[in-house]
């Protein structure tokens, strides 16, 4: 049977960098198996789910290159196959209408707290056939007793759960809606999904998903429950330790690739490798090496990741995600090439860039103040001789260059340090041998004889 994966959000909100991170281990996996990836949107929260979140989850899987291979199949509208399913499990004894109000269930919550018991639904309706007329009901799941629930995590080994520490768990909500585990395991049958993997967080609500495959006699998932990521500070993620969804990190300037390459390496590994292409990761990928421990988020390495990507990047993929107005005068593939070895994200790579966008640089009055009379006559007589040679690649102008600081008895930085800041407004850019290549000579004497 061909690999069959799910990654399944809820449109409660952004896409967290836990969600993004299991979208990404299941889009590998299914890339390393040559299997499917199967998109479906858990939306059966109808108080919190929004048609907003919807769009901003696709759009940011998009964004990052996740592409899935079926779907985005919705839950809410597969509500007729939850019930149908509910059907069969109460025609055949498996479940259960539970008439009891929502007053009755919080009067028994109470009870519990105050004599400090684990609450744990009665079983009211599990057995009475006294069905009232035209009152709400939910189906609830009648949890056999005396039983060992047992899976095998390709993580963590074989878990056990006696069935006696769960209730009789809801599966239908009186509205008619299914709940999560419901839902959830009624769809991986539905799917065919062959391997699930999701958040340890889920771990809880996986032996009440195989009670329902076990009663329906479907066949079981091999499951994957990975690590969950933690600040530095070894807290839950949260705000605090750096930007918390997708759309964040591109607007503060991460490349798609970083992001996949940074989260894919929190909890996975490949030898020592730290930096890889896309299709590196789906050539390497594979259960067998992820990590059961807690995953380190850290803004620091993340951006050291950003930069090293943007260094190996293409030149015209940069060119196209920045968006950037370059004037005329300019080598454009040269200044990206030279601009993203500076740059440790897409906005600094801008910045670097600034002197490409605009014929005339504001300089700042303190920069200009610290060029005097002396370095003046250098550039001047600097621009007369640069003028006159025509140069067929960056040694040329370095070999000129050096032999006009020799000829002259000057130190790099006599001529280096204004001659860059006139000619790009900035001490952030790149080298000066660059900077005369990168430039125009039209560009570049109107911007000396303007200074002067």
């Keep these: 049977m061909n690999t069959r994966v799910r990654f399944a959000p809820s449109p409660t909100g952004s896409l967290h960098l836990g969600s993004v991170r299991t979208a990404?281990?299941?889009?590998?996996?299914?890339?390393?198996?040559?299997?499917?990836?199967?998109?479906?949107?858990?939306?059966?929260?109808?108080?919190?789910?929004?048609?907003?979140?919807?769009?901003?989850?696709?759009?940011?899987?998009?964004?990052?290159?996740?592409?899935?291979?079926?779907?985005?199949?919705?839950?809410?509208?597969?509500?007729?196959?939850?019930?149908?399913?509910?059907?069969?499990?109460?025609?055949?004894?498996?479940?259960?209408?539970?008439?009891?109000?929502?007053?009755?269930?919080?009067?028994?919550?109470?009870?519990?707290?105050?004599?400090?018991?684990?609450?744990?639904?009665?079983?009211?309706?599990r057995d009475r056939k006294d069905h009232p007329q035209n009152k709400d009901f939910v189906i609830r799941f009648k949890t056999p007793d005396n039983k060992i629930i047992d899976f095998k995590d390709t993580l963590r080994g074989k878990i056990e759960i006696e069935s006696n520490n769960l209730d009789d768990f809801i599966?239908?909500?009186?509205?008619?809606?299914?709940?999560?585990?419901?839902?959830?395991?009624?769809?991986?049958?539905?799917?065919?999904?062959?391997?699930v993997i999701r958040g340890e967080d889920?771990?809880?609500?996986?032996?009440?998903?195989?009670?329902?495959?076990?009663?329906?006699?479907?066949?079981?998932?091999?499951?994957?429950?990975?690590?969950?990521?933690?600040?530095?500070?070894?807290?839950?993620?949260?705000?605090?330790?750096?930007?918390?969804?997708?759309?964040?990190?591109?607007?503060?300037?991460?490349?798609?690739?970083?992001?996949?390459?940074?989260?894919?390496?929190?909890?996975?590994?490949?030898?020592?490798?730290?930096?890889?292409?896309?299709?590196e990761m789906e050539a390497n990928f594979s259960l067998d090496n992820l990590n059961k421990s807690p995953a380190i988020f850290d803004l620091e390495k993340f951006t050291w990741v950003n930069s090293n990507q943007i260094k190996?990047?293409?030149?015209?993929?940069?060119?196209?995600?920045?968006?950037?107005?370059?004037?005329?005068?300019?080598?454009?593939?040269?200044?990206?090439?030279?601009?993203?070895?500076?740059?440790?994200?897409?906005i600094q790579l801008k910045e670097v860039l600034s002197f490409c966008e605009t014929k005339e640089l504001n300089i700042d009055d303190k920069s200009i103040e610290s060029i005097n009379d002396c370095d003046k006559k250098i550039l001047e007589k600097f621009l007369n001789s640069f003028m006159d040679y025509n140069f067929k690649n960056m040694d040329e102008i370095e070999d000129f260059f050096k032999n006009f600081l020799l000829n002259n008895n000057l130190k790099m930085k006599n001529l280096a340090f204004p001659l860059r800041l006139i000619l790009t407004g900035s001490k952030n850019s790149p080298g000066i041998y660059q900077i005369l290549k990168i430039l125009s000579k039209e560009l570049i004497s109107y911007r000396v004889k303007r200074f002067l």
């Design 312 to 346: 190996k990047a293409d030149t015209n993929y940069l060119k196209e995600l920045i968006n950037f107005k370059f004037i005329e005068g300019i080598d454009i593939d040269l200044a990206i090439l030279s601009a993203k070895e500076k740059s440790k994200d897409l």
């Design 24 to 125: 990404i281990f299941n889009y590998l996996f299914s890339k390393q198996t040559n299997g499917s990836l199967i998109l479906r949107i858990e939306d059966t929260d109808k108080g919190r789910s929004t048609s907003h979140s919807q769009e901003e989850i696709l759009s940011s899987l998009k964004w990052l290159g996740i592409q899935w291979n079926e779907g985005p199949y919705l839950q809410s509208e597969r509500i007729e196959i939850y019930q149908n399913y509910a059907n069969i499990l109460l025609s055949e004894g498996k479940a259960y209408k539970c008439f009891s109000s929502q007053e009755e269930i919080n009067r028994i919550k109470e009870q519990a707290k105050k004599e400090k018991k684990i609450y744990k639904y009665p079983r009211i309706w």
């Design 202 to 279: 889920h771990l809880s609500n996986t032996p009440k998903q195989i009670l329902i495959y076990n009663s329906l006699n479907a066949k079981i998932p091999d499951f994957t429950h990975v690590s969950m990521i933690l600040g530095k500070d070894k807290t839950k993620l949260s705000k605090r330790h750096g930007a918390e969804s997708i759309d964040n990190f591109k607007s503060m300037g991460f490349l798609p690739v970083s992001i996949i390459n940074y989260l894919a390496r929190l909890g996975w590994s490949f030898g020592d490798q730290e930096i890889f292409s896309l299709n």
């Design 171 to 195: 599966i239908i909500k009186s509205d008619g809606f299914p709940t999560y585990n419901f839902a959830s395991a009624i769809d991986d049958i539905e799917m065919k999904i062959t391997n």
